[in-house]
């Protein structure tokens, strides 16, 4: 269970909020003991990354990015760490090169409205095509602003609402067909967004 | 799996049903033999309710509010239907007055989309603590033309759900929204939400920086360090170990 390997951490450091685990749980639980690469965003003291890969098994390909150049020092067998800007599209394209398309993507970097929505843009369409691509720390977004004012730019959360458009019926062939067609659900919690990748066949649903 | 109940009633499915069954494959199986209060809301047949008794097990008690077909005033065991209008919210406080609080609810009312939110604003709250509730048939409007691209303001409940995304966050930047206390997640599907319940303390919301000692311990060390460094400096400096008091004038 990775709410018992965070509990009895005694390697690097890990800093996480306790009701991410579930989530983890429920969304990387199929990946366990597969060939799969996980990208973190946001290396932090790097425990996270040891975590990840205690969790996912031998087969597990473990990269980190940060745009801090000492987070090269958790590098380990498994984990790799790449010194780059979130929001810069032809790094994150020369991390696709060298290690391929991640299955999974967390997003734990700058908590920057502007990096999230660039980052998001530009990766979610290269994650395979049962990925998880996700966000957390988005209550970080909302506290940027002042008190309850929600209007201040939040690009992110706008375009996620947007995106909830494309589950309704007629969302399917209209405005954002393309996302819907590859995206198996979408789904809210406490500062986490989690998108859930599919390939769907045009116009042609499961069937029996 | 719910799909192979359905292969044992023989029964036509369509299209349209079978893009909800890995939901509730996701969300229901937690419930599967226990006892569990299943609402559902909208027009359904009734041969559906038997399919969801023979699916959740002998403890379940499913309940069709609405408009059932094929219901001839004879009910079978562990099932009930009661007619009558599911935005009245005298109505609804009724059947909870009558048979309990609901574990689940699947509202599938919801072409009609205004049936949906009246429904969810006063039902969800009274959903038991780790309830599903689930509303299929999001529908914007009726897209005549495949070519037509405009989502016209999207649906109320849409709407709806486009606020509660906010409100999942509001305890962050000080705003009290009950929804939050109660809510672990929101989901979009094919043409469905679904709200995960849960009872939220302040226990479980909290970040957590671990190990919690060994951080604490090497903190100390680099502290002490720097203090050594910064003596060090100073003799360097001024060829004492210790300030002077006449550094600053």
Not at chain 1, 64 to 84: L, M
Request: aromatic share 14%; net charge negative; hydrophobic share 40%.
């Amino acid at each position: 269970m990775l709410y018992h390997d965070f509990l009895t951490n005694d390697q690097r450091t890990i800093h996480k909020w306790l009701h991410y685990f579930p989530i983890y749980e429920k969304f990387f639980n199929k990946f366990i003991n597969n060939s799969v690469t996980l990208w973190e965003i946001g290396v932090f003291k790097g425990g996270s990354l040891q975590m990840w890969k205690r969790y996912l098994g031998p087969f597990a390909i473990i990269v980190g990015i940060d745009i801090d150049s000492r987070c090269k020092t958790v590098e380990e067998n498994q984990i790799h760490v790449r010194t780059g800007d979130q929001s810069d599209t032809k790094f994150l394209q020369s991390v696709i090169d060298e290690f391929g398309a991640p299955d999974i993507v967390i997003d734990d970097g700058s908590h920057r409205d502007k990096d999230i929505y660039t980052t998001f843009n530009f990766l979610y369409e290269k994650v395979s095509k049962n990925g998880i691509y996700l966000v957390e720390d988005l209550h970080a977004l909302y506290m940027d602003g002042t008190g309850n004012d929600l209007k201040d730019k939040m690009e992110f959360i706008d375009l996620c609402k947007e995106l909830t458009e494309c589950f309704s019926d007629c969302g399917h062939n209209g405005c954002r067909g393309r996302f819907f067609e590859m995206t198996y659900s979408m789904s809210f919690y406490d500062s986490v967004a989690v998108f859930q990748k599919a390939e769907r066949m045009k116009g042609k649903q499961g069937k029996i | 799996m719910f799909c192979e109940t359905l292969m044992v009633h023989e029964r036509e499915i369509t299209d349209k049903w079978m893009r909800y069954f890995t939901i509730y494959e996701e969300y229901l199986q937690k419930f599967k033999n226990q006892s569990v209060v299943l609402w559902l809301l909208g027009s359904v047949e009734y041969d559906i309710l038997r399919i969801w008794r023979k699916y959740l097990g002998a403890l379940s008690v499913i309940v069709g509010i609405g408009d059932i077909h094929g219901y001839k005033n004879n009910e079978d065991d562990q099932i009930l239907v009661r007619v009558g209008d599911q935005t009245n919210a005298s109505f609804l406080q009724s059947l909870i007055d009558e048979i309990g609080l609901p574990d689940v609810i699947v509202d599938s009312s919801s072409r009609d989309s205004q049936d949906a939110s009246e429904t969810f604003n006063f039902l969800y709250e009274k959903v038991s603590k780790n309830g599903i509730y689930i509303v299929e048939g999001l529908r914007t409007i009726e897209s005549q033309d495949e070519n037509d691209l405009k989502v016209e303001g999207g649906s109320s409940f849409l709407n709806l759900c486009k606020g509660l995304i906010d409100a999942l966050n509001a305890r962050h930047y000080g705003a009290e929204i009950d929804f939050a206390d109660v809510t672990f997640s929101m989901s979009f599907y094919d043409s469905a939400v679904v709200f995960q319940k849960v009872a939220w303390s302040s226990d479980s919301l909290k970040p957590i920086m671990l190990p919690a000692v060994n951080k604490r311990a090497v903190e100390e060390i680099i502290d002490f360090g720097n203090r050594v460094l910064s003596r060090f400096r100073l003799f360097w400096k001024t060829g004492s170990f210790f300030r002077s008091g006449k550094e600053n004038g």
